[in-house]
């Protein structure tokens, strides 16, 4: 075979051209189909293209990627060789899913407006070796995003009524953090604020153009833009052994498990109450939507005490995390509670858990405390989901990796799973032991399984759009926001499951190998290998232990 520098050349110049080629969207956990490629630190002063002749160009190189990584891969008999070029044959796989199956470059308004306002707080943002740096590339970012918008007009031929709504209201954010950048822009670099101004009224100027060729669409239903990838993703990015039936069957057993444990709970809390009166009227130590953030941030400093207590990394555990409101050009697209990690080995890079106490335009103040009180009554979890040991710890883990593939390789199915199966390591490990707690623990992980029964069960043809909004409505929603869950869906098959069979297959794994060595050194082992498949973890455990 080829010796393991041939294959790490092929790999370096494989993420070299997606940092080159992607600069934003490899520096941006937004994307999950990419990887964190790590020269994209060298590219802040540029934005991704997505004019159709380079699209069709990077679809044909990453073919060519691709078969190179299987040619390679089939020449070695090295256990750990083998599963790097695993890794980037079935990332290279994910990447033409996104761009040349689905081809969603064609109908997500929503890709282009983040390229652009991701990549500016970027470049105003990550570290720099001067502030002359940051300044410079700041106003390349910024002219050029017109172009971006312009790439989008003339690739966008029709747009689902989800991704419509979103782009109208994300478009209007975006021209209020423009005039946040403006005044950074005014206070921080003083030389540039005539060119500033009129570069900034050059990118003002080409969201409105942007919205106005929106508002001339006319919104198509979502599920005609499903297309349907799921089993495609299954074998070929996230290199599953389960058939989507088996994955199916999974979720429909946990189902029945996590309701039985949902009555149990309610059996002995309140007899005469059902689960959800019973989730929704607990709200522990409420707290004003001006303490939120103070209520997160003081809970991720306990569970990095109680974690540290029992055995984790102090080094990853301490490991910096901000945590702020969801930044403006992001309010409309981002969950209420959100990770946004540095995707950088350097250490003055940050990671950001968002916060969002109030939903998009145009909702009641109802609402808007309906949002407030599961803020307060999820902190816990979310906060675990979220930072630790969920995403920010598994993050601070992958950055550390020597191994420089599995450093830069994320898998969704892992990331999802490991940040669900986080959740569950609060019961595990006694944190979580107020039967209130509990209940609303498990009716987050209800909510978990009805999202992989219904990813998979559309395309399996078991479910039906009356029985998955039935599964939703029993998970405490209701019909409308339901009803506007299954749209969003329908854009993205393959995606919903990860959260919960990814957090089943990590508890497989606990069951069968955990027992073989002291708590720490199980996780460490585990999360050392990098976003590995779950069959080839189980190779590396076998591998392990026959040494």
């Not at 370096?12 to 990419?34: G, H, I, T």
């Not at 209201?169 to 950048?181: H, I, K, N, T, W």
């Not at 009166?277 to 103070?294: C, K, M, N, R, W």
């Not at 623990?441 to 078991?462: M, N, P, Y």
Request: proline share 4%; aromatic share 12%.
């Amino acid at each position: 075979m080829k010796n393991s520098d041939d294959y790490q050349n092929i790999a370096d110049k494989y993420f070299d051209y997606l940092a080159r080629r992607f600069p934003v969207m490899c520096a941006s956990d937004e994307f999950d189909f990419l990887p964190r490629s790590q020269n994209a630190a060298n590219h802040f002063d540029k934005l991704d293209r997505f004019n159709s002749d380079s699209i069709e160009e990077t679809i044909e190189q990453l073919k060519r990627f691709k078969q190179e990584f299987k040619t390679v891969k089939n020449e070695t008999d090295d256990l750990e060789q083998f599963i790097d070029l695993e890794l980037l044959q079935a990332n290279a796989s994910g990447i033409l899913i996104e761009m040349d199956i689905k081809r969603s470059w064609q109908y997500n308004p929503l890709l282009y407006l983040k390229i652009g306002f991701i990549g500016l707080d970027h470049a105003l943002n990550k570290p720099a070796a001067s502030s002359q740096e940051v300044a410079d590339r700041t106003m390349a970012r910024l002219s050029f995003i017109p172009d971006l918008l312009q790439q989008g007009i003339d690739n966008i031929r029709s747009v689902p009524e989800t991704y419509y709504q979103a782009s109208l209201r994300m478009a209007q954010d975006c021209r209020l953090y423009l005039g946040e950048v403006a005044k950074a822009i005014s206070k921080k670099f003083r030389d540039y604020q005539d060119k500033a101004s009129k570069t900034v009224r050059n990118a003002d100027a080409s969201i409105e153009k942007f919205l106005q060729f929106l508002t001339s669409k006319t919104p198509v239903p979502d599920r005609q833009f499903a297309v349907a990838t799921l089993e495609t993703s299954l074998r070929d990015h996230f290199l599953s052994v389960h058939t989507p039936d088996e994955i199916f069957a999974i979720a429909v057993e946990e189902w029945h498990t996590i309701l039985e444990q949902l009555h149990n709970l309610q059996s002995q809390l309140d007899i005469n109450k059902t689960w959800e009166q019973l989730y929704h009227g607990f709200t522990p130590d409420p707290v004003p939507e001006s303490g939120i953030v103070a209520l997160y941030k003081d809970e991720i400093y306990r569970l990095q005490t109680f974690f540290s207590q029992n055995g984790f990394s102090e080094e990853l555990l301490s490991a910096p995390v901000k945590i702020e409101y969801t930044p403006t050009y992001l309010q409309s697209v981002r969950s209420s509670a959100s990770f946004a990690a540095a995707f950088s080995r350097d250490p003055r890079e940050e990671s950001y858990f968002f916060i969002s106490t109030q939903f998009p335009q145009h909702n009641s103040q109802e609402t808007d405390q309906h949002l407030q009180r599961r803020l307060n009554r999820e902190y816990k979890m979310l906060t675990a989901h979220e930072t630790i040991p969920g995403h920010h710890f598994l993050d601070s883990f992958r950055r550390k990796l020597s191994n420089p593939i599995r450093r830069q390789i994320e898998s969704p199915l892992f990331y999802e799973g490991w940040a669900s199966y986080a959740e569950s390591m609060l019961i595990e490990y006694g944190y979580l032991n107020n039967p209130l707690e509990l209940l609303v623990s498990h009716k987050r992980e209800l909510w978990r399984s009805a999202r992989c029964q219904i990813d998979v069960g559309f395309t399996i043809g078991k479910l039906t759009d009356d029985s998955a909004l039935e599964l939703l409505t029993q998970c405490g929603f209701d019909p409308a926001e339901a009803s506007r869950q299954l749209d969003r869906f329908h854009l993205n098959p393959g995606y919903q499951l990860c959260y919960g069979y990814g957090s089943h297959q990590f508890k497989q794994l606990q069951k069968k190998y955990s027992h073989l060595s002291d708590s720490k050194d199980y996780y460490e082992f585990l999360l050392a290998g990098g976003e590995l498949p779950f069959h080839l973890i189980e190779k590396r455990f076998e591998n392990r232990h026959l040494k």
